[in-house]
Structure formats: structure tokens, C-alpha cells
């Protein structure tokens, strides 16, 4: 398997994990099918009750991969340097046709012929595919588009949105059974062009996201606490990230809070929870920058100068 499956992909430890080992996308598949880790870790994963309780469990305790390619620096979209030609697709149970369940959807998407790998999500519910297309990471978001259409015209399946970032996580599951086609077409879609991973407001966010992720960086580096105190700090970092990044700003809230002795995942997690639910405080994304420059961060690194004035 390892010599035909040669795509080169990052591989996470967990969510936080800012460090990724690069492998052959050969190497992933063997753990997905034999990893005696990755099995356990899924059947703990199904006996937990609560959606958060599951949420903090994947992104602590499970490996994952960005299928696009390799991101040595972190998952942002300017972080990636060698494309793999692959664009991952999740189907959730909750967007399954009426009538229709897991092992249907397995069927049909096993003979499907752009199926190069499908395998069950960690949650046992869903299934993930790896599907090829053009290596170009201009075009990620135009074949994104296509596959929606695509399922959703032919089986009725709702891709999984998140699956538009180019670098998603796509976390590592346990399945003996998984469906491998070297054969499988390669997906192309009608409208490639030199596109980026969101326009108008969505390319705001892709920037702004990179900004913080180098913001965050520096903090990690030279580990201070900018956090120690609970309501003009540790509050208004979480509010201010829900504003700016919505649930994308959960890890980087995570990273944060994780360099103060008070940290406590399941706490912090909870608390992300509630900045998202009360979203029209007053306090943007402007209060982070805020925030760190006052500690000595630099808040206007390299080429996203001309974007640091929505952080100030």
C-alpha cells in the first residue's frame, strides 16, 4: 500500500499539536486499518455521552491529518507548501437521506468512482472519504463546490462545510474495513480557475486567522500568561476570539489559556462555549490584539501588516 499511496500529508498529534510529522498517505491508511491505539481511542470516543465531552476528547486524544497537503507550521492556508492532490469529504449521520443509514451510505459511496479512500468517522456515525483532484490549492474551494453538487445531485448527501478549508483536520479513525481504489477517477471540476479559499468576508477571515495564529505563536514561544486575569483577560480573550474567528478560535482559546497554571481543558472548553453563545457583547477581535500588544506582543508581523488594523 505504502508505494502506491505516496501522497505526502501532515499528520497532527491532536488538535493543539503545532509540531506535524510529514508522511506518505500509505503510512495513514495502515494506521487507520491495524493501529491499536486508534482503536481504542474510538471506542472510548462512542461511550461518551455529551456532544462537548466528545468534541475535547477528538481534539486532545486524536491524531489527525490536513489531506491537502503538507503544512509544516500550522493548518493555516498560507502555511501550506506541497499540495497532495487530495480533498477531504465527511458525510454526518444527521445529514443522511430519510430512511436511509451508515452502512446505505457505505454502499453507495464504496462504488462511486471517485471514491479513493472511505473509512467510518471516529464517532462510528459518519463516513470520511479522500477524494482526488487537480493539485493546484487555488482551485480547493471550486472543487469543494463541485462535490457538493455532485453528492448532494446524485445521492442526496450533504457535504460537511468545514471541509471548504484547505487546511482541515481530518482526524484518524479505527477501521478495519477501510475502502481503498488506487483506480479511482480524478475529480475534476468545470470551473477551475486561479480561486482562493473564500472571497469578500471569507478571505477577511482566512487572513485574519493566519494574524492570529502568528500572535499566538510568539505567546507560545516566550510561554507568558496573558490570561491571569479572569475577567479583563481571560474572558475577554475568549470573546474576543468567538467575534473574530467564531468556532474556529476554540484552539487558539485552548493554546492560550493552556500557558497559565489555572488551565483546565474541560473548564476552558466550556467557557469557549459560552463566549459563542453571547457573541453581541461589545468585544471584538480588536480586544485580542489589544491584549497581546500590551504584553510586548508584535501584532503586525510581516506581510499581514496591511490587515492589523482590524486588531487593534
Not at 486508534?38 to 477528538?58: G, I, P, Q
Not at 479512500?117 to 490549492?137: A, C, E
Not at 492560550?256 to 469557549?272: C, M
Amino acid at each position: 500500500m505504502q508505494n502506491k499511496f505516496n501522497e505526502k500529508v501532515s499528520l497532527f498529534k491532536n488538535t493543539f499539536d503545532r509540531r506535524p510529522t510529514t508522511l506518505r498517505l500509505g503510512v495513514i491508511l495502515d494506521k487507520i486499518r491495524n493501529c491499536p491505539r486508534l482503536k481504542h481511542a474510538c471506542a472510548t470516543l462512542r461511550t461518551l455521552n455529551s456532544k462537548d465531552e466528545r468534541r475535547l476528547f477528538k481534539q486532545i486524544k486524536l491524531p489527525g491529518i490536513t489531506a491537502s497537503g503538507v503544512f509544516p507550521d500550522g493548518r493555516s492556508q498560507s502555511n501550506s507548501i506541497l499540495p497532495s492532490g487530495l480533498i477531504q469529504v465527511d458525510f454526518d449521520d444527521k445529514s443522511f437521506p430519510t430512511l436511509m443509514i451508515l452502512s446505505d451510505i457505505v454502499k453507495l459511496l464504496k462504488s462511486d468512482p471517485y471514491t479513493y479512500v472511505g473509512f467510518i468517522s471516529p464517532s462510528g456515525t459518519g463516513y470520511k472519504l479522500l477524494v482526488r483532484i487537480t493539485s493546484n490549492p487555488a482551485n480547493h474551494l471550486s472543487h469543494f463546490r463541485a462535490l457538493e453538487e455532485y453528492y448532494r445531485n446524485k445521492y442526496g448527501l450533504v457535504i460537511d462545510p468545514n471541509c471548504k478549508d484547505l487546511g482541515r483536520l481530518c482526524f484518524l479513525s479505527y477501521d478495519p474495513f477501510i475502502f481503498i481504489n488506487s483506480e479511482a477517477r480524478v475529480f475534476q471540476s468545470k470551473n477551475e480557475r486561479p480561486d482562493s479559499p473564500g472571497t469578500g468576508n471569507g478571505n477577511f477571515n482566512s487572513d485574519l486567522e493566519t494574524q492570529v495564529e502568528s500572535v499566538v505563536r510568539q505567546i507560545e514561544r516566550i510561554k507568558i500568561d496573558i490570561t491571569d486575569d479572569y475577567l479583563n483577560e481571560w474572558l475577554k480573550l475568549g470573546f474576543a476570539l468567538a467575534d473574530g474567528l467564531g468556532e474556529n478560535g476554540r484552539s487558539f482559546f485552548h493554546r492560550i489559556s493552556l500557558l497559565s497554571p489555572k488551565y483546565d481543558p474541560v473548564t476552558a472548553d466550556h467557557q469557549y462555549n459560552e463566549c459563542l453563545k453571547a457573541r453581541k457583547t461589545g468585544i471584538t477581535i480588536r480586544s485580542f490584539f489589544g491584549l497581546a500588544k500590551s504584553y510586548g506582543i508584535n501584532i503586525y508581523p510581516n506581510h499581514l501588516k496591511n490587515i492589523a488594523g482590524h486588531g487593534e
